[in-house]
């Protein structure tokens, strides 16, 4: 919903996100590398807009691409036109990668150290290509309703067998486009799609089979990669001799120099436009042209699209002034320190923090926490994937540095995910798997890769093409490890979602109510036999306290009632005028008599009205009668007629 309020909280959010980064690189600044940055006031700008930008855009996904999405996907869903949903798949997954900006940098950058044998644009088609199969696949895995982790083991193998014929300069690059293609835009429109379909599909549950396409889009790509660098390496020569020139410290600098101009920015937000523009169109050919429908809530749609526009240019402005700039700089510096333990502890930290405040992460777990029905906390589940992103940059960083295949090490993270599948509970198994393509994008992206190619191209002995690509596949596969021990940890806690703790308290309650049924059965003895019967019947105490004079006058107008049976206890009672001095009084002698008479609760009636009749209570008030109800009878005797 389109509100102020709504904003407000949503930037609160925002830069609570943005603390995590900001403390990791004044520590690393002002501790490790003890210096302060010339454009330390620019980058603080930055990352205000950075938390700007974010919470602008989290409120067009929520207004804009959410609602059209699903809308779309229940539209399809509702008409039963399986082919237009695969279509509309199809061009969502391919219109939305192939002007994704993260791929569009790491595609030039491979195509700059292969020696001319791979071409950026051939390789952005391959990888879009994939993702338009990949949502294919998944959504006809949601029409039909199969298990995910089939698709996802099957595709694992796929990989693994892919990658044993597959020449080592392209394996880090192909696992690495594997989490490059899942942008800050795709993400959430592809959410919306298989949630869209799980929640209209008759027997399909939007947390089982909703989720599971994002994980699908990381997978295929790495598998068709793997045989596009099989045939160029195979069948073409080298066109040009790669030069990869080691970072210097002035290099560093001038990369980090942001021109923040006018045009810069206008150039920018043209290009975002340009990213949007594919899914915008897609949507208007889909719901006019094949559904020829107008779109609800037109004004309110196009009011969010164009806050994704800007939150995501000014997100990307403020991340170029904010971040990139001490980020780049950094990365030469600590590559000139002896201590690797420096270089571990950057990555863990910077992994942690980047997908913290990673946009496309926080609208999944938002939606992962919706339609669980509070289940999963989303900023607990984004904590467990910060955490795997960080711990699988400190391994891939740990692999440049030390050296190794990587397919020894993503083959081993692997067979762990396959063996927590059939561990997790089935709830969290599809939002681990897209766990792993949410993180690496916007933010994550540039920040991990340039660390990679930055460790590959100063430490010596390494290749930037065949170690320097990696990082990104690490932060990949490590948080679909982390997320299935949440969900692991969650159950074994015990941990229920709205819906089940209201359940489970009206369980309570009608397990209460029927102890206190079960405890009206009464056990009456009958007179004249040694017999007795358990009766399902409700009883009650009658209290008589009237003067000792007027006991058998009480007791006649209780037994005319119906009463079979008194307790009769001493006692002493004071009125109101004689309460103001008693302490002469409390050892006075027994003055009144306590009748209690058990009884069925529908006779109670009767015999306090008989007794308020025959002693004149209510007009004297020479005595007090009451009654409550009473459980757990045992001994009571009464005659048969009376049962």
Do not use: C
């Amino acid at each position: 919903m389109l509100s102020f309020r709504t904003f407000l909280q949503l930037l609160k959010e925002s830069f609570r996100d943005l603390l995590p980064i900001v403390l990791v690189i004044m520590f690393f600044q002002l501790a490790i590398i003890q210096s302060v940055p010339e454009n330390w006031l620019s980058t603080a700008i930055g990352l205000a807009i950075v938390g700007v930008g974010l919470a602008v855009f989290l409120l067009g996904l929520e207004v804009g691409i959410f609602p059209v999405g699903e809308g779309l996907a229940s539209e399809f869903a509702r008409k039963g036109s399986t082919a237009w949903i695969i279509i509309f798949g199809f061009m969502i997954g391919f219109g939305t990668t192939v002007a994704e900006p993260a791929l569009i940098v790491i595609a030039q950058k491979a195509a700059s150290i292969s020696a001319g044998r791979i071409d950026a644009t051939t390789l952005r088609m391959v990888v879009a290509f994939s993702v338009g199969f990949a949502i294919v696949l998944g959504v006809w895995r949601i029409i039909k309703g199969h298990p995910i982790h089939y698709y996802i083991i099957s595709g694992y193998i796929l990989v693994v067998a892919a990658t044993a014929f597959s020449p080592s300069e392209i394996v880090g690059l192909a696992y690495d486009l594997g989490g490059v293609t899942t942008s800050t835009v795709t993400v959430p429109l592809v959410a919306a799609l298989g949630i869209g379909l799980a929640s209209t599909i008759k027997g399909r549950n939007p947390v089982l089979d909703g989720f599971g396409l994002i994980a699908f889009a990381s997978l295929t790509p790495m598998i068709f990669v793997q045989f596009y660098g099989i045939i160029v390496y195979n069948f073409f020569e080298p066109s040009q001799i790669p030069h990869i020139a080691p970072i210097t410290e002035e290099a560093a600098v001038a990369a980090a120099e942001y021109n923040f101009s006018p045009i810069e920015i206008l150039k920018g937000l043209v290009g975002v436009v340009m990213d949007v523009a594919p899914i915008l169109a897609i949507i208007l050919f889909f719901q006019y042209i094949i559904l020829k429908k107008p779109i609800e809530n037109l004004k309110q749609v196009i009011i969010g699209f164009g806050l994704v526009i800007i939150g995501l240019d000014a997100f990307i402005v403020g991340l170029e002034m904010g971040l990139f700039s001490v980020g780049e700089t950094m990365a030469f510096e600590l590559t000139q320190y002896d201590s690797n333990i420096i270089i571990y502890s950057f990555g863990f930290l910077i992994g942690f923090s980047t997908t913290m405040a990673e946009p496309s992460l926080t609208a999944i777990a938002k939606k992962a926490k919706e339609i669980s029905d509070g289940k999963i906390n989303d900023f607990i589940l984004r904590l467990f994937v910060a955490l795997g992103v960080a711990i699988g940059i400190s391994l891939g960083a740990y692999r440049i540095v030390v050296g190794g295949e990587i397919v020894y090490y993503i083959m081993a993270g692997y067979l762990f995910v396959i063996v927590l599948t059939f561990l997790a509970p089935k709830y969290i198994i599809p939002i681990a798997y897209d766990s792993g393509g949410v993180t690496t994008s916007t933010v994550t992206v540039p920040l991990v890769a340039a660390l990679g190619l930055g460790l590959a191209t100063n430490i010596p002995g390494r290749d930037p093409l065949i170690d320097g690509f990696g990082l990104i596949a690490f932060a990949s596969l490590f948080p679909m490890l982390t997320v299935m021990l949440y969900g692991l940890i969650t159950e074994k806690m015990g941990v229920k979602g709205e819906h089940e703790k209201e359940q489970m308290h009206l369980d309570e309650i009608r397990h209460a109510l029927e102890d206190v049924h079960n405890m009206e059965l009464a056990t009456i003895n009958l007179q004249d036999s040694n017999k007795s019967h358990s009766y399902d019947m409700a009883f009650s105490a009658v209290h008589v306290i009237v003067p000792k004079e007027k006991t058998e006058e009480a007791l006649l107008a209780a037994r005319d009632a119906g009463a079979r049976g008194v307790t009769i206890m001493e006692a002493h009672g004071m009125g109101l005028e004689q309460m103001e001095n008693f302490y002469n009084r409390l050892h006075a002698d027994t003055t009144d008599a306590n009748l209690m008479f058990i009884t069925k609760t529908k006779d109670v009636d009767k015999i306090i009205r008989s007794i308020m009749d025959r002693l004149d209570i209510t007009g004297e008030g020479n005595g007090l009668t009451f009654a409550y109800p009473v459980t757990h009878i045992k001994g009571l005797r009464l005659k048969t007629d009376d049962l």
